[in-house]
């Protein structure tokens, strides 16, 4: 167990729509990072928060946007849902100096 | 340009011999630190071992150790006494400006698959 709690493990919905994905980082770590993986890209970054605030964005779409709260847990909002948003999203944390990313199990999406 | 590079799409190995698994990198920056993840079917990423730039010695977990090849800019993934529950997909993955005191984002390869027989 990393100690990364992701939310729900798997979701299925309909184009069009929106979902949130929620993450709950190991206790202590204040960094947290979205990860998409998907079968025709691989891994790819989507961004980083750290303390609540913005660090760093990757290939995150538009309709895609993220917040960390104050408690440091995440959410992902992923809106307007096409089919090729069907993935597995990672959330990942790490203290400010770790030497490696804890990995969630990961939230399976399937728009259909 | 690709930065982490697994030329090996799948491999495999025979239950209790060790497997090499390659990996190569491209990067300017002189601080970076190197990360294998293992994911199996279930779909969790496993955080396997880590080497940084500036480690002196090859990094060891286990069965796991880490061929780490500066001037090559390799980090080559060695699994000795493979047994049947190492059969996953390893990623490759690499953080640059590691001791910039900030977190950065993971680059990721493309994954090896690896199937171990019975």
């Known amino acids: 167990d990393s100690g990364v709690t992701q939310t729900p493990k798997h979701l299925i919905t309909a184009t069009g729509q929106r979902v949130t994905l929620r993450c709950s980082p190991r206790?202590?770590?204040?960094?947290v990072y979205w990860y998409q993986q998907s079968l025709d890209q691989g891994l790819q970054f989507l961004i980083q928060y750290y303390n609540g605030e913005e660090r760093a964005k990757g290939n995150i779409l538009e309709r895609f946007s993220a917040q960390q709260f104050p408690d440091l847990h995440s959410e992902l909002n992923l809106s307007s849902l096409e089919l090729g948003d069907s993935a597995l999203y990672f959330c990942?944390?790490?203290?400010?100096?770790?030497?490696?990313?804890?990995f969630g199990q990961g939230t399976r999406l399937t728009v259909v | 340009a690709q930065k982490i590079t697994q030329t090996q799409p799948g491999m495999f190995v025979q239950e209790k011999e060790a497997v090499t698994l390659d990996c190569t990198y491209d990067t300017s920056d002189p601080s970076y630190g190197l990360f294998w993840y293992k994911q199996p079917s279930s779909g969790e990423m496993i955080f396997l071992i880590y080497q940084g730039s500036y480690d002196q010695q090859n990094a060891t977990e286990g069965r796991y150790s880490l061929n780490f090849q500066k001037a090559r800019k390799s980090a080559n993934l060695v699994i000795s006494a493979s047994q049947l529950g190492d059969s996953a997909m390893y990623f490759c993955?690499?953080?640059?400006?590691?001791?910039?005191?900030?977190?950065?984002?993971?680059?990721w390869g493309l994954g090896t698959s690896l199937a171990v027989n019975p």
């Open positions: 990942a944390s790490s203290a400010k100096a770790g030497t490696e990313a804890f």
């Open positions: 206790s202590g770590d204040l960094s």
């Open positions: 993955a690499m953080r640059e400006g590691f001791n910039a005191g900030n977190n950065r984002k993971l680059i």
